[in-house]
C-alpha cells in the first residue's frame, strides 16, 4: 500500500470570525504543496467559542462550500472542525471533505464541561472510520483525547488516529503525554493538530502539533507556539510489521460502550 502524505496546519485563529478564518486558510493552503489528507484544527472558523446560536451554520452553509472548493482545488481530503446548527441543536462538528464533494462528519463526544461546551453544544454518538486509500483512519476532536475507551482501536480497526484540537498551553504536557499512551495502546500513527495563540478568553494555545508512530515515538513535532505547518509520509508496511512481531491486541479486553 502506498505511503499517506498527511499535512497539518498549527495555526492562530481569528475570534469569532468565519470570514477573517477563511482567508487565514487560503493561505495556508496554498502553501501545502502535495498531500492525501490535510487537517485544521478544530472549530477553525471561530475558535472554541460557547456562543453557536450567533455562530452556527447549516450544513449548506458557507463552510462546506468553501472546504468542498479547496478539497477539490488540492485533490486532498481536507478536515477539521466547525459549529454546525441540526435539528435545532448545536455540534461540535468535524467533516471529512473529499476531493470529489462528498463528505462525512464526526460530532464531539465528550463535551468540555470546565468550559460550559456540554450546555450549549449536544454529544455525538458514532464514532467515525473512514478509509482513504486503502488507509483506516479515526478522527476525533480535543477533550475526546482523554477517554481511551472510545478510541480504542478493537481488531485495528483503524491504522490512524487523529486529534483536532483547541488544547490550551497550561496543559500542554497532558496533551503531549496522551498523543504518545493512545499510539502505543492502540498500536497505529497518532495524529495530533493543535492551534496557537491567544483566543478570546485570553486563554493561550502552544500548538505542540506532532506526529507520533505506533511505538510512541515521534516522527514529526511542530515549533510550540508558531504558526507551521508539518507534513509527513506515513509508512503502512511498518505498520504492519510492528503489528505482527508485538500482536498485543490479541490480548485486549473485551469491553461494550453503552
Given at each position: 500500500?502506498?505511503?499517506?502524505?498527511i499535512?497539518l496546519i498549527q495555526t492562530?485563529?481569528?475570534?469569532?470570525?468565519?470570514e477573517?478564518?477563511?482567508?487565514?486558510?487560503?493561505e495556508?493552503?496554498?502553501?501545502v504543496s502535495e498531500a492525501?489528507?490535510?487537517v485544521?484544527?478544530?472549530?477553525?472558523?471561530?475558535?472554541f467559542?460557547m456562543e453557536?446560536a450567533?455562530?452556527?451554520?447549516?450544513m449548506?452553509?458557507?463552510t462546506?462550500?468553501?472546504?468542498?472548493q479547496?478539497a477539490?482545488?488540492?485533490n486532498?481530503?481536507?478536515?477539521g472542525?466547525f459549529i454546525?446548527e441540526?435539528?435545532?441543536?448545536?455540534f461540535?462538528?468535524?467533516?471529512?471533505?473529499?476531493?470529489d464533494g462528498s463528505?462525512?462528519?464526526?460530532?464531539k463526544?465528550?463535551?468540555?464541561r470546565?468550559?460550559?461546551?456540554?450546555?450549549?453544544y449536544s454529544?455525538?454518538k458514532?464514532?467515525l472510520?473512514?478509509?482513504?486509500k486503502?488507509?483506516k483512519?479515526?478522527?476525533?476532536?480535543?477533550?475526546d483525547l482523554?477517554?481511551?475507551?472510545?478510541s480504542?482501536n478493537a481488531n485495528?480497526?483503524y491504522d490512524?488516529?487523529l486529534?483536532?484540537a483547541?488544547?490550551?498551553?497550561a496543559r500542554?504536557?497532558?496533551?503531549?503525554?496522551?498523543?504518545?499512551a493512545?499510539?502505543i495502546?492502540?498500536?497505529?500513527y497518532?495524529l495530533?493538530?493543535?492551534?496557537?495563540g491567544?483566543?478570546?478568553k485570553?486563554?493561550?494555545?502552544s500548538?505542540?502539533?506532532s506526529?507520533?508512530?505506533?511505538?510512541g515515538?515521534y516522527?514529526?513535532?511542530?515549533?510550540?507556539?508558531?504558526?507551521q505547518i508539518?507534513s509527513y509520509?506515513?509508512?503502512?508496511?511498518?505498520?504492519?510489521n510492528?503489528?505482527?512481531?508485538?500482536?498485543?491486541?490479541?490480548d485486549a479486553?473485551?469491553?461494550?460502550i453503552?
Amino acid at each position: 500500500m502506498k505511503d499517506l502524505k498527511i499535512a497539518l496546519i498549527q495555526t492562530s485563529l481569528i475570534w469569532e470570525n468565519h470570514e477573517a478564518n477563511l482567508l487565514l486558510f487560503e493561505e495556508q493552503l496554498s502553501k501545502v504543496s502535495e498531500a492525501d489528507l490535510i487537517v485544521l484544527p478544530e472549530m477553525f472558523t471561530t475558535g472554541f467559542s460557547m456562543e453557536p446560536a450567533r455562530l452556527a451554520e447549516k450544513m449548506e452553509g458557507k463552510t462546506i462550500q468553501w472546504l468542498t472548493q479547496k478539497a477539490k482545488e488540492k485533490n486532498a481530503v481536507i478536515t477539521g472542525s466547525f459549529i454546525a446548527e441540526e435539528n435545532g441543536k448545536y455540534f461540535n462538528r468535524l467533516i471529512w471533505v473529499r476531493a470529489d464533494g462528498s463528505f462525512e462528519t464526526y460530532d464531539k463526544r465528550h463535551l468540555f464541561r470546565m468550559a460550559g461546551e456540554n450546555n450549549f453544544y449536544s454529544e455525538g454518538k458514532k464514532k467515525l472510520i473512514i478509509e482513504l486509500k486503502g488507509w483506516k483512519i479515526c478522527p476525533l476532536i480535543c477533550y475526546d483525547l482523554r477517554f481511551p475507551v472510545w478510541s480504542r482501536n478493537a481488531n485495528h480497526q483503524y491504522d490512524v488516529l487523529l486529534y483536532t484540537a483547541n488544547w490550551p498551553a497550561a496543559r500542554s504536557y497532558a496533551w503531549k503525554s496522551l498523543l504518545i499512551a493512545r499510539a502505543i495502546e492502540n498500536q497505529s500513527y497518532v495524529l495530533g493538530l493543535n492551534r496557537v495563540g491567544v483566543d478570546g478568553k485570553n486563554l493561550e494555545y502552544s500548538g505542540d502539533s506532532s506526529v507520533i508512530d505506533f511505538t510512541g515515538k515521534y516522527l514529526i513535532e511542530a515549533s510550540a507556539a508558531v504558526d507551521q505547518i508539518i507534513s509527513y509520509s506515513l509508512n503502512y508496511e511498518a505498520l504492519q510489521n510492528f503489528r505482527k512481531a508485538f500482536p498485543a491486541n490479541l490480548d485486549a479486553d473485551d469491553f461494550e460502550i453503552k
